[in-house]
């Protein structure tokens, strides 16, 4: 329900964590702190599962860090 109301897509309950390159495009220290999770990548979107919809500090530090537009998923 909080998905549903902060406007984000719900995620299956076993999400396939992504590996190799994708992986690599998240800090492990910014992934930890703020507790987020790639998982695929989708029309040059990064896909990343968030537990707090309302971190906006992760927000704003994968977007200074990427080059890439992400799409946020809980």
Known sequence: KLAKECD???WPTQPTVATGE???KLPLRL???HQ???VGEK???LQVLTFDPFDLLAK???AQ???QPV???M
């Open 43 to 45: 029309d040059e979107n």
């Open 31 to 33: 992934a930890l702190q």
């Open 8 to 10: 984000l897509p719900w």
């Open 71 to 73: 799409e946020w998923a």
């Open 60 to 62: 704003q530090r994968l």
């Open 22 to 24: 994708l992986l690599k």
């Open 65 to 67: 860090t990427l080059q």
């Open 36 to 38: 987020l999770l790639v």
